[in-house]
């Protein structure tokens, strides 16, 4: 199969959904896919070397946020703001872009999901020109329905079909500071006349269907895996076990919740350290600046450690030197792949019941499910855990096993293929 698949990059920030679909896409070449990445907005940033790296970058991010704001932008002619779109110039924006908060998104949201009526018709124009300009692919993938906008054109111009992965949208578009009750109306829409829409998980199809009204059958399921190749057994816990969390370095994502459940466990009398790491995006630095308030207010500090923005290799390192992990998020996670990341290490995890945690954690067996919100219930069981050396065992060889029987990155790969067969022959009634 031919697959271009578009993705929206962060520039340089990790992107949970933009490592997700390089790693699909580089799966999907492993089976024997002609499958293309290219980065929309900013360049990707990946565990790796993108699979990205050569393409150009189209929707240059600078012309779209340039065209929102000014009519001038929208009427020059394309030759005089075409430099904005290179690598170079978009990579120096990157570095100076925050993260895409809906909070202060939302006209821009819904000018984007009006496609070829919004305000970005001349990049709209100039992105379906280059996709015409390349080889033709059989399928069209868009990484998300915040870019559903995109697909009339796209279909019509090339005539493939479109595809509209389902991730975490859903949470953007309810934050959005404007526009919210017509975003939503807009990416309905658009779900309705694509070929097929396809969820990362269960939790993510109905929870798109409950809030779009359509028929939860329409919404196909291919659960996000991860790669395994590479992984090493984790380290053997010393005098001193390690508790750690790898996610954004967000309240959002429990941050200040694993503080405060360290020092609950240090309280209880555990002998302990904290290791933290994840993306550490600009706009979120009062995050990590009450997280670390916590752990001093209890003289912890000293055992704990903050790892921001790991590549692939120090992620890697990171948890194998982890004796139990865990990450308390605050929302109904659509993917929480980062969990499965834990498990494929060997690291038994402790993770709420809710979103998407609770069928990640279900189909793989290597951890303990919690109630979500519940921060004393968590120490409790990560405090079990540390004192049961055979339970910690059995995990870590049930969630070592259970990845690799279910949720690589092939398993990924080879669903959304089926996905795709499956989709193509549905319509929406």
Not at 256 to 267: E, K, P, S, T
Request: aromatic share 6%.
């Amino acid at each position: 199969m031919k697959i271009l698949h578009l993705t929206a990059g962060t520039g340089r920030w990790y992107c949970g959904t933009c490592v997700r679909d390089d790693t699909l896409v580089k799966a999907m070449r492993a089976r024997g896919d002609q499958a293309d990445l290219v980065p929309l907005y900013l360049p990707i940033v990946a565990d790796g070397t993108s699979c990205s790296a050569d393409q150009p970058v189209l929707m240059s991010g600078i012309n779209v946020y340039l065209q929102q704001q000014s009519a001038l932008f929208r009427s020059l002619p394309r030759w005089m703001d075409a430099p904005l779109g290179s690598r170079a110039v978009l990579g120096l924006a990157g570095r100076f872009a925050g993260s895409t908060r809906a909070e202060s998104l939302g006209d821009l949201t819904v000018s984007m999901l009006r496609g070829e009526e919004g305000f970005q018709t001349k990049e709209l124009g100039r992105l379906v020109d280059s996709l015409v300009a390349r080889s033709k692919p059989q399928v069209v993938i868009l990484s998300n329905s915040l870019l559903a906008g995109l697909a009339p054109m796209i279909r019509r111009t090339l005539r493939v079909p479109v595809f509209v992965t389902i991730q975490g949208e859903m949470h953007f578009l309810d934050g959005l500071d404007t526009g919210r009750e017509e975003a939503w109306k807009l990416l309905t829409h658009h779900l309705t006349t694509c070929d097929g829409r396809i969820a990362v998980s269960e939790f993510a199809a109905d929870a798109m269907a409950q809030r779009t009204g359509l028929r939860r059958g329409v919404f196909e399921v291919a659960p996000n895996g991860v790669p395994v190749d590479g992984i090493e057994r984790p380290e053997p816990a010393g005098d001193v076990p390690v508790l750690g969390f790898l996610a954004r370095l967000s309240n959002v994502k429990g941050l200040d919740r694993i503080a405060r459940i360290f020092v609950d466990l240090r309280a209880r009398g555990f002998k302990l350290k904290l290791a933290v790491a994840g993306t550490a995006m600009p706009g979120e630095a009062a995050a990590l600046d009450g997280f670390w308030a916590i752990v001093r207010e209890a003289g912890a500090a000293a055992d704990v450690s903050v790892h921001p923005n790991l590549d692939l290799a120090q992620k890697r390192a990171f948890l194998r030197g982890l004796t139990v992990f865990c990450v308390p998020t605050a929302k109904d996670e659509t993917s929480a792949t980062y969990n499965l990341e834990a498990m494929a290490a060997g690291i038994p995890v402790v993770a709420p019941r809710r979103g998407a945690v609770t069928e990640g954690i279900e189909s793989v067996g290597g951890g303990v499910l919690v109630p979500p919100d519940d921060e004393q219930a968590t120490a409790t069981a990560i405090g079990a855990l540390l004192n049961d050396p055979a339970r910690r065992a059995a995990l870590s060889e049930a969630g070592w096993k259970g990845v690799r029987a279910r949720r690589t990155d092939a398993h990924m790969a080879n669903q959304v293929a089926r996905a795709i067969g499956r989709a193509a022959s549905k319509t929406i009634l």
